[in-house]
């Protein structure tokens, strides 16, 4: 066995030691989350267990899987908003967590143009990004949604939401998600997420959302 391997096995948990830092909001300083580090256990040893049967490669993504199992649905998770994150950061795309659930917001005004389903250059490179995180975990699924504020009616706001929501599942599976994981659902004005009766709550409610959930509990509880 080449000496190198062990170095892989140590460079990725050092890796995963890295992705589960958050920051103390009081101090500023960065730690390893709970769930990260209970995780790291099961990383390494399958990271061994990689590295002798298919090297570094092996050694990276035996760990990835086992890391996951050792932390849960939840660390897995973790795992991914952490990306996404620092992939997003400095856009416009929002990224919320509920529960074991990520969420991404894309408002209208970098999505797409006025009444327009194509996506803008902003929007492309932005769902590169995530594509590269989507394809990565595959144990998700991603449901798009796409909304209008209440201006005109549901016989052009859904139609319209329901183009936008097909454009973004379109450009994931074209960056290598693979389409069985995605769903796409125009719902026009419903569920606004603030007013319709000001400009800027209007402005709020036009946006797509990408929610990602955990499947196949089984095997990574």
């Known amino acids: 066995m080449s000496i190198f391997k062990p170095l892989a096995v140590f460079s990725t948990v050092a ?10 909001p009081t101090t500023g300083q960065q730690k390893v989350s709970k769930t990260a580090l209970y995780g790291l256990g099961g990383a390494t040893v399958c990271g061994i267990a990689g590295a002798l049967t298919h090297g570094s490669r092996g050694a990276r993504n035996s760990a990835l899987a086992c890391g996951a199992i050792g ?16 992939r997003l950061a400095n856009t416009n795309v929002e990224v919320q967590r509920e529960g074991d659930e990520i969420k991404l917001v894309m408002p209208e005004n970098v999505t797409f ?13 932005s769902l590169a990004s995530v594509s590269q995180v989507l394809a990565k975990y595959v144990d998700t699924s991603i449901n798009v949604a796409g909304y209008t504020d209440s201006s005109g009616n549901d ?3 859904i139609p319209l ?6 454009a973004v599942a379109s450009f994931l599976t074209s960056e290598g998600v693979a389409p069985n994981r995605i769903n796409a659902v125009g719902y026009g004005a419903a569920n606004p997420v603030a007013s319709n009766a000001t400009a800027q709550g209007k402005a709020q409610n036009r946006r797509v959302e990408i929610r990602i ?5 089984s095997t990574v509880q």
């Open 15 to 24: 890796a995963f030691t890295l992705a589960g830092c958050v920051t103390d």
């Open 71 to 86: 932390a849960g649905v939840g660390g897995y998770m973790d795992y991914q908003e952490k990306l996404l994150r620092d």
């Open 113 to 125: 143009a006025t009444n327009s389903a194509t996506l803008s250059n902003a929007a492309t490179t």
């Open 155 to 157: 016989n052009i706001n």
């Open 161 to 166: 939401s329901q183009r936008r929501a097909q």
């Open 213 to 217: 959930n955990p499947v196949q509990p």
